[in-house]
């Protein structure tokens, strides 16, 4: 399956941004046809419209046609920018936010898709004659009346000489013109920078507001419609963006990675995990885990120099075979035989003493934190008592 999006950007590629330009503009051409075969019910829709304003007295329209007909320059003006802005501003911003504002671009970009097909579908469900084409009235089609100043042909608005055919003559129910001014005036306030870009992105939608009003090519609830179909727009891909952002996605083509459990992490202090061990079946023996081997330690090493200050080691004397081995000295070693070698003797001066083996006591439920050895007075690390000749202790 062919990726939507750029990995690089996250964007959309470019052939499913002319796809939707092509969709918006065949059904743009369907509610064209349409339109034109309902040319009587457009202009019903349209005096309708006119009694309406009339009544609620917002009737605007007639006075600033005549008004701008009274002022030729700038009517000349006003029709230039009905001719182009609208068709250079709203891609050139959509553009614009396709470079400079990646991030948000898939919303804005899906808010004027919104946007246009909910108004297309009022020009298909809505004919609606522009007050420049009503019959029995006083308006004046701008357009029409200084189309020798410009490229746009005398009958059909705003398109160029040989399109007439191309544009939807009763489309003014809702107001395109409106709907996207106001959503560049937004992108135009929002996104800029600087004072001058944010006071042109309030100036673009009123200008337009004037300019459509004043040429008779909409009415006041045009303008209104028109405004109202970019609010619901906007609040229904917002809605759609933020319930995206909550749920999780994986990109197409991607394959989860699945991830190693992590270790629990041993508990240090008195919940270290400690077990006991029996040395040569005389008694258990106290044991660190491997949360001290693991990182490197003896796990005797804190408890050694412990013992070394609890049990001082005795003096060095040659053993005697004929003495049996004294009753004062219970935990002295047997004495080595042919058929058992005698172990290697540890150096006195070591830093730490192995533990007896069959050295009695409860086992230890932590290892205990080094300490610094009491100074030993002398008297303790050599012999109060000498030995006689005969092996026997002098007392």
């Known amino acids: 399956m062919r990726r939507l999006r750029n990995q690089a950007t996250g964007l959309p590629v470019w052939w499913l941004e002319l796809l939707m330009l092509a969709v918006l503009y065949y059904s743009y051409t369907g509610t ?3 339109a034109d075969a309902s040319a009587g019910e457009a202009m019903r ?33 006003c029709c230039y920018y009905y001719a182009t802005l609208h068709f250079v501003v709203t891609p050139g911003l959509l553009v614009w936010t396709h470079r400079r504002h990646t991030r948000h671009y898939a919303q804005i970009r899906w808010t004027l898709v919104v946007t246009t097909l909910i108004c297309l579908v009022g020009f298909f469900l809505f004919p609606t004659a522009p007050p420049r084409l009503l019959t029995g009235t006083s308006y004046t089609d701008t357009m ?9 042909t005398g009958t059909a608005s705003a398109a160029p000489n040989g399109l007439e055919g191309i544009t939807n003559q ?12 106001m959503w560049c005036g937004f992108l135009l306030v929002r996104f800029g ?29 045009d303008a209104v419609a028109g405004w109202m179909v970019l609010g619901v727009a906007a609040g229904s891909v917002a809605l759609v963006f933020a319930w995206r952002r909550r749920v999780p996605t994986v990109p197409v083509g991607a394959v989860p990675v699945p991830v190693p459990p992590r270790e629990s992490a041993r508990p240090a202090g008195s919940a270290a995990p400690v077990a006991v061990a029996n040395a040569g079946g005389s008694g258990p023996v106290p044991v660190v885990l491997a949360a001290s081997t693991a990182a490197g330690r003896d ?10 200050a609890e049990s001082p080691p005795s003096p060095e004397s040659p053993p005697s075979p004929e003495s049996p081995p004294s009753p ?4 002295s070693p047997a004495e080595p035989t042919a058929a058992q070698p005698a172990p290697p003797a540890e150096p006195a ?27 030993a007075p002398e008297h303790s690390l050599r012999s109060d008592r000498a030995i006689r000749p005969d092996g026997a202790r002098a007392v």
């Open 299 to 308: 796990p005797t090493a804190g408890s050694g120099a412990v013992e070394a």
């Open 144 to 152: 029409s009346h200084f189309a020798g100043w410009g490229w746009w």
């Open 193 to 221: 920078r600087r004072p001058v870009t944010r006071i042109l992105g309030v100036l673009y939608p009123a200008a337009t507001f004037f300019v459509v009003m004043s040429t008779a090519n909409h009415y006041l609830l």
């Open 170 to 181: 009763y489309a003014a129910l809702p107001s395109l013109h409106c709907a996207w001014s």
């Open 45 to 77: 829709m349209g005096h309708d419209l006119v009694r309406f304003e009339t009544f609620l007295h917002l009737d605007i329209e007639l006075s600033l046609n005549r008004w701008l007909q009274s002022v030729p320059v700038l009517a000349v003006v």
């Open 32 to 34: 064209r046809s349409v």
């Open 349 to 375: 001066s070591s830093a730490r003493a192995a533990p007896a083996p069959d050295r009695q006591g409860p086992p230890a439920t932590a290892p205990v934190p080094p300490v610094p050895a009491p100074a």
């Open 328 to 331: 004062e000295s219970p935990e």
